[in-house]
Nanobody, 124 residues
Framework: QVQLVESGGGLVQSGGSLRLSCLAS????????MGWFRQAPGKEREFVGS????????FYSNSVKGRFTISRDNAKNTVSLQMSSLKPEDTAVYYC?????????????????WGQGTQVTVSS
């Protein structure tokens, strides 16, 4: 059974950095486009960014562009989200997700598998 497990969340001050990781089991992540989403209390799940399968092209939402970076380590079967210059409005539960078709990457409904989420809290 495919499992995605996020790690690396925590509490950080505004302006700080965190690195989230998503480890996959029973699936080769390079065959999937991967996305990161987040959900703050009382808000809908929001697209953060994605990395395409094979080529590894990245795409980010305007709210995180220039501050967040997604990368893939095929040898470790992991995808990471490096977050810098964090703001209080980045506070949310962050999820990684896998998309086997490689299209619709900003749409949560296009993803096949999801992790359980990891909490990121940015204090002001």
């Amino acid at each position: 059974q495919v499992q995605l497990v996020e790690s690396g969340g925590g509490l950080v001050q505004s302006g700080g950095s965190l690195r989230l990781s998503c480890l996959a089991s029973d699936v080769t992540l390079n065959n999937y486009a991967m996305g990161w989403f987040r959900q703050a209390p009382g808000k809908e799940r929001e697209f953060v960014g994605s990395i395409s399968r094979y080529i590894g092209s990245t795409f980010y939402s305007n709210s995180v562009k220039g501050r967040f970076t997604i990368s893939r380590d095929n040898a470790k079967n992991t995808v990471s989200l490096q977050m810098s210059s964090l703001k209080p409005e980045d506070t949310a539960v962050y999820y990684c997700a896998a998309n086997g078709r490689g299209i619709g990457l900003s749409n949560a409904d296009a993803y096949d598998y999801w992790g359980q989420g990891t909490q990121v809290t940015v204090s002001s």
